[in-house]
């Protein structure tokens, strides 16, 4: 396999409140990436009309998930931050995507079919086709890392067959055009740590979710201190108390989504954090997540807030991320082209 530049590309969607499990599953690697490697972050706008969204809701969302990557320690000067739409490549190449991808690949893809519910027929080819608009957004930019949470892993397994296929079907052009026996790196999924799937804290077998209409389901990352302590107080447990082992936790979903949030909170294990609180009853446990909680949350709403306030700013440096992201999309898209046999400018 060629060598690629490392490189770390992922997105977030602007559709509604972030909260802890888009910070701690995703957000909180982009953040530490960031010193070992060159990041490319980007508010997935397209993938957020996949289903239906206000205008003026969807335009703040986009502000908003961009202060929060600001927010959370994300250089946006030394790496690049954008939102999708204002690079139009992320489109065109998913067009040669969805002509690569095949229909029994995405016929598989879980994320659709809990989607688009019962209602099937009624659900937007966008959402259909997400997986190969989101092998696009970082085969664009030749991407080899993507820091995600675990409910990607499948949209990323589907980005690496699609690349492996661009590359075996177009072999010999790619040779021809210099590119050796691979265009396309295969991308890795990065899902590491305690937290890659934080369940919701009504329910430990449901994901969090920005969707969840029960807004106690998740501690958003605008939630102000009385918010989070409520909700981590009213979180669901069971009456046992903590055990001091892993293996104590099998089989209570909503112990261990509050252990394992801890943890990643704490930048500890959840043994580490067994081993503090095995044994202690959830009263005391909720207390000490409670200040964890907010200690780690309240500075980064706060700085949100300041951001948002000033929209010509966040804007400002979409426009700026969004040129620099062109730069390099624009260069693969001309690559792309050639090598399909396209006839270009
Ligand atoms: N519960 C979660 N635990 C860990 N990681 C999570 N992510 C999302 N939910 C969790 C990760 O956050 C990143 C951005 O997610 P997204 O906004 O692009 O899409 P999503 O997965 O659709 O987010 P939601 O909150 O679940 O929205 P809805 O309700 O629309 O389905 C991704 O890396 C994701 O893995």
């Known amino acids: 396999m060629a060598a690629f530049k490392e490189l770390v590309f992922s997105g977030v969607q602007p559709t509604g409140n972030l909260h802890l499990g888009n910070y701690l599953g995703a957000i909180t690697k982009f953040v530490a990436l960031q010193e070992t490697h060159d990041c490319i972050y980007c508010v997935v706008d397209l993938h957020a009309i996949t289903v239906p969204q206000d205008p003026e809701t969807l335009r ?12 959370c320690g994300i250089d946006p000067k030394k790496h690049i931050v954008f939102n999708q739409s204002q690079v139009p490549e992320h489109a ?3 067009w040669v995507f969805n002509c690569v991808a095949r229909l029994g690949w995405l016929n598989r893809m879980t994320q659709f079919k809990e989607k688009a519910g019962k209602d099937r027929e009624n659900a937007s080819v966008g959402l259909y086709a997400y997986p190969a608009l989101m092998a696009a957004d970082i085969l664009v930019y030749r991407a080899t890392h993507v820091p995600v949470g675990e409910d990607q892993k499948q949209h990323l ?8 296929k661009f590359n075996n079907d177009l072999g010999p052009s790619i040779a021809a055009h210099g590119f050796g026996e691979a265009f396309f790196p295969q991308p890795e999924p990065l899902i590491q740590g305690p937290a890659t799937r934080v369940m919701s804290l009504r329910d430990g077998t449901k994901k969090m979710s920005k969707s969840d209409p029960s807004d106690y389901s998740r501690i958003n990352l605008t939630d102000d201190a009385d918010a989070i302590a409520q909700k981590v107080r009213k979180a669901k447990t069971d009456p046992e108390p903590l055990p ?24 500890a294990s959840r043994e580490d954090v067994l ?20 200690a780690k949350l309240g500075p980064i709403g706060s700085e949100m807030k300041r951001l948002t306030a000033d929209p010509a700013a966040i804007d400002a440096i979409l426009a700026d991320g969004s040129e620099r992201a062109s730069a390099i999309a624009r260069k693969t898209m001309d690559s792309v082209k050639d090598i399909l046999g396209f006839v270009r400018r």
């Open 60 to 71: 703040s969302s986009i502000r908003e998930v961009t202060a929060a990557f600001i927010a």
């Open 92 to 94: 065109e190449l998913a």
């Open 157 to 164: 397994e589907l980005a690496r067959d699609i690349a492996q």
């Open 244 to 267: 001091s082992e892993e293996a104590g936790l099998a089989a209570r979903p909503e112990a261990d989504n509050l252990v394992g949030i801890y943890a990643a909170l704490s930048d």
């Open 275 to 294: 081993r503090q609180f095995g044994g202690a009853q959830f009263s005391t446990f909720k207390a000490s997540l409670v200040d964890l909680a907010v």
